[in-house]
């Protein structure tokens, strides 16, 4: 008997775990949609409480775009924008180095990549990997706001087609002078 209490405490604090794996998954769960915003939002919206100098204009609910999410992830340092499948654009503070960016995707040994758009503030180009299903379109724009560069892409894991690129692109501007 004495033998088999230490193993039934040891399982005792395996089972119940300590804690910090919910309090994670109630954090992530919270923080994703703290901010969400009614889909009726058109106006637009002032990322200065971000720290970012920069406002963004939303898409019209018409286009079928769910309430708009706006989330500060600090481990990244990034600010990220969803609104449904067709609008998501991450903002982070940055060097905005167009040149690298290029040099990268000719290195890319898994994806072949095509620039579709090239201008000095902006770049617009496809992602095909060797299975033709999966064609994604990317861009990189860079604003100066001051002395700060940021740089703007669209988020991680959407599908989205040229049109939906351009309209992200238009859709962050730095905030007028006051």
């Not at 193993?7 to 919910?22: P, R, T």
Request: hydrophobic share 40%.
């Amino acid at each position: 008997m004495r033998r088999s209490v230490p193993f039934l405490l040891a399982f005792l604090f395996w089972s119940c775990g300590d804690g910090k794996y919910d309090a994670v998954k109630r954090s992530a769960e919270t923080d994703s949609t703290a901010n969400a915003m009614p889909s009726t939002v058109t106006a637009p919206i002032d990322l200065a409480s971000y720290a970012f100098p920069l406002r963004l204009i939303p898409p019209a609910p018409a286009e079928g775009n769910d309430s708009l999410q706006v989330h500060w992830s600090e481990e990244f340092g990034r600010l990220e924008v969803r609104a449904g499948d067709h609008f998501g654009v991450n903002i982070t503070e940055g060097f905005g180095d167009i040149g690298r960016l290029k040099a990268d995707l000719g290195r890319d040994m898994l994806q072949k990549n095509t620039i579709l758009q090239e201008e000095p503030d902006r770049l617009i180009y496809r992602s095909e990997f060797p299975d033709g299903d999966l064609v994604y379109i990317h861009f990189f724009r860079i604003l100066r706001v001051g002395d700060r560069i940021f740089e703007v892409t669209d988020a991680e894991g959407g599908r989205y087609t040229e049109a939906d690129v351009n309209g992200m692109i238009e859709a962050v501007s730095p905030l007028p002078p006051a």
